[in-house]
């Protein structure tokens, strides 16, 4: 069968290897029929140090298939059902797993397509209780953007931002992925948006989505413009994933009292902050990584309902380099999907 092999740094082949035996109890087999590529493949891709992996090792972060079946015990799936999965090896056991706090798992062996072989592979064998099933009439190019595109959002937005109806949030970077996935979430109950975007084409395409007010960054200090639209009091939540370019700007942004939540750092790891300026505001800054399985849920329900994520452009296999030229070059307006 065809998978995505990662050799080394910048070395990524699409061979032949074996597939997988049926499916141990507890256990599905999954066709993978969609993979959505992230910054995570990128980061991969380029070697990132902190990654410890054993090469070669299959690609992918996130994806969705079919089930081809099923192993022993398994109940809740069936032969053609459309599927995504949790992207982490969790143990289930320890007390944030039985919790529902998957991403805190204590036990975690390693994300795959990053640390331990991911989803680029015809068929693979998951955990059936990492295994989440979409609702009828989601496709399989949009589910494969649930566990990260929607789910992350979900997570960082509604989890940890606490984020109400007609409040104000600023979204960063509102042509990524994750970016038009939170313009989405956020109309969705009535909020005013703010967003930052690269080019005019890309801004024109975030009202489109439904942002309030769009902010050129390559043109104007977007600290600056918001603290104007908003007459000098900011914005209740800052949706962060930038990181050292935006970082400080952010926190300007804020209102007094006001959220900060953060998942990436595509610009650089490391940022100043201004302790009086944290205490005095009393701004609460919030660390999100991925996501639980009830999100990836939530955001496949969110989808069956009609919220669809942007996507931008989809590539067969065979083109996968295209799909990460494009998120390399910051082409993309949404998520880019490689189809098997």
Not at 140 to 148: L, T
Not at 149 to 170: C, I, R, W, Y
Not at 274 to 302: D, H, P, V, W
Request: contains cysteine.
């Amino acid at each position: 069968m065809r998978s995505l092999q990662l050799h080394g740094d910048r070395d990524l082949r699409l061979e032949e290897i074996e597939p997988p035996p049926p499916p141990a109890p507890g256990e599905v087999q999954i066709r993978i029929k969609a993979v959505g590529l992230n910054y995570l493949d990128l980061w991969g891709f380029r070697g990132m140090a902190f990654a410890k992996r054993k090469m070669p090792q299959a690609a992918g972060v996130e994806a969705a298939g079919e089930i081809v079946c099923v192993g022993e015990g398994v109940t809740g799936f069936a032969p053609g059902d459309t599927v995504t999965a949790y992207g982490a090896d969790t143990c289930g056991q320890c007390k944030a797993c039985r919790e529902g706090r998957d991403n805190l798992c204590e036990n975690v062996a390693g994300i795959m397509g990053f640390h331990i072989d991911g989803f680029a592979r015809e068929l693979l064998n998951r955990p059936a209780r990492l295994t989440i099933k979409a609702p009828k009439g989601v496709s399989f190019e949009d589910a494969a953007c649930a566990p990260i595109g929607f789910g992350t959002v979900q997570h960082m937005l509604f989890d940890n931002a606490k984020l109400e109806p007609g409040e104000s949030v600023l979204v960063h970077a509102g042509g990524s992925g994750i970016g038009t996935a939170a313009i989405l979430m956020a109309k969705a109950i009535g909020c005013t948006v703010y967003t930052t975007v690269g080019d005019d084409e890309k801004g024109a395409k975030a009202k489109a989505l439904g942002a309030d007010h769009v902010i050129n960054y390559r043109e104007d200090r977007f600290e600056g413009v918001v603290r104007k639209l908003t007459g000098r009091k900011g914005v209740d939540v800052v949706f962060e994933h930038v990181g050292a370019d935006t970082w400080n700007g952010s926190l300007l942004c804020l209102k007094r009292g006001g959220r900060l939540v953060t998942c990436g750092a595509t610009s650089g790891p490391s940022a100043t902050i201004n302790l009086m300026q944290l205490f005095q505001q009393q701004y609460r800054i919030t660390g999100s990584f991925g996501c639980r399985i009830e999100n990836i849920a939530q955001s496949l329900e969110k989808m069956a309902g009609g919220m669809k994520p942007v996507i931008d452009s989809v590539f067969p296999l065979a083109e996968f380099e295209k799909g990460l030229d494009r998120i390399e070059g910051r082409k993309v307006f949404g998520k880019v999907v490689i189809a098997f």
